[in-house]
């Protein structure tokens, strides 16, 4: 499972289709910060292309403050007031880098007028500015990297894991059947108990994510209603191919066919993953393939094409020839993972399943190996 272009649009409420989010050809910070919030840059704008958050709430959050009052506000500063407002939530929450407190002033541009705003694809280039960080963490070579390095609309991450999993999910007062909409506001603090925010031990998630069941996902969590807006109503055609998503030089691989339960239909066996290189030799000519792919995505890598819908409880499962793909669950290097199992709610209540993993650990992995190969394949009926 992963976070999709069909999740960004339900949560967030951004366009997924639309011109990608590049920055090309753009004139120096200072020039741009003078053209777009109409006073002088930063000090150290002539080393940096990007401001503090700091910076744009000091110069920019008060009107009162700036102004004599509300009457003698003038459309430009207001305007450069939303501007800057808007540079900040992109900063904060859409695009936070590893400092967490400075921003870009190359997103201006897009940012000029509120109206052609929705010409850009913002919600693809918040989740590959997402998938792009996550990749960065997952390969840090130390603990020291991986601190750096967790950015990305963690939000986003959070709520969708929210929508999916029971798991270290809260009580929230808006009921999904409501469809409400963005679907991020079912989670916002003013509506969630929090004192039914899960428990803090890691190790407690970590065995009940690995003890995981098909039907213990909610697959589908969206409720699109029939007055729902635009954004939301295309968001399913708008979200189900194979495509490389862009923001500005970070591409990476949208990769519906792996999810295809994410999107209702039946999952067979993926294409073979699209390797994207991330080299600055010949990105200008890459970048270029890739808008072309993006334009053109709605004529090919359509994945309605690779299935068909979900229709009974097995379904859900994948396709036969998908199941003796993918096999049956691997045991890692882990030894932890039978000993915390003990300390999960269904484990402490079911005196068979304590006796079952007292049995489980006097084996040796080999072992359990083999006992899951066998009963994965009589459960499916794979011999």
């Known amino acids: 499972m992963t976070v999709t272009l069909l999740d960004v649009a339900n949560i967030l409420g951004l366009p997924i289709a639309g011109e990608p989010i590049i920055f090309d050809n753009q004139p120096s910070a ?38 004599d009052g509300p009457v003698n506000v003038d459309e430009e500063r207001i305007v450069c007031c939303t501007r800057a407002y808007l540079l900040a939530l992109c900063g904060s929450v859409l695009f936070p880098n590893a400092t967490g407190c400075r921003i870009t002033v190359q997103l201006f ?6 109206v052609p705003m929705t010409r850009y694809a913002w919600g693809a280039a918040v989740l590959a500015y997402l998938y792009a960080s996550l990749t960065e963490f997952v390969t840090a070579s130390s603990l020291q990297d991986m601190s750096k390095n967790l950015t990305g609309c963690m939000s986003l991450l959070q709520i969708w894991a929210y929508e999916h999993f029971a798991i270290g999910r809260p009580v929230t007062s808006i009921s999904r059947e409501l469809g ?18 899960g428990h803090p031990i890691v190790s407690i998630y970590r065995t009940e ?20 807006p635009d954004i939301q109503r295309i968001s399913y055609p708008n979200s189900h191919y194979n495509v490389v998503i862009l923001y500005d030089f970070r591409t990476m691989y949208h990769p519906a066919d792996r999810v295809l ?19 600055k030799s010949g990105r200008l000519a890459r970048i270029q393939s890739y808008l072309h792919e993006w334009n053109t995505r709605s004529d090919r890598y359509n ?10 409880h097995e379904d859900w499962l994948g396709d036969i020839t998908y199941r003796r793909w ?9 030894a932890y993972t039978f000993e915390e199992i003990r300390f ?23 072992m359990v190996q083999a006992i899951i190969d066998r009963d994965y394949a009589s459960t499916f009926n794979l011999v």
């Open 30 to 67: 200072a020039t741009t910060i003078r053209r777009y919030l109409g006073i002088d840059p930063p000090e150290d704008t002539n080393v940096r292309s990007d401001v503090t958050i700091n910076w744009l709430r000091e110069n920019f959050m008060d009107l009162d403050r700036t102004i």
């Open 109 to 114: 541009p897009f940012l000029e007028n509120l």
């Open 180 to 197: 409400i909409f963005p679907v991020g506001r079912r989670w916002t603090t003013d509506v969630v108990d929090q004192a039914h925010c």
């Open 209 to 228: 994510f690995d003890s995981l069941t098909h039907d213990e996902v909610t697959w589908m969590p969206y409720i699109i209603r029939v007055d729902a």
């Open 261 to 279: 339960r994410q999107f209702g239909l039946v999952q067979t066996i993926p294409n073979a993953p699209e390797y994207i290189s991330h080299s």
């Open 303 to 312: 994945i309605l094409n690779m299935s068909r819908p979900v229709q009974s």
């Open 326 to 334: 993918y096999g049956p669950p691997r045991i890692g290097n882990r």
């Open 344 to 366: 999960t709610n269904r484990a402490v209540d079911d005196c068979s399943m304590r006796r079952f993993i007292d049995n489980i650990l006097q084996l040796r992995p080999e």
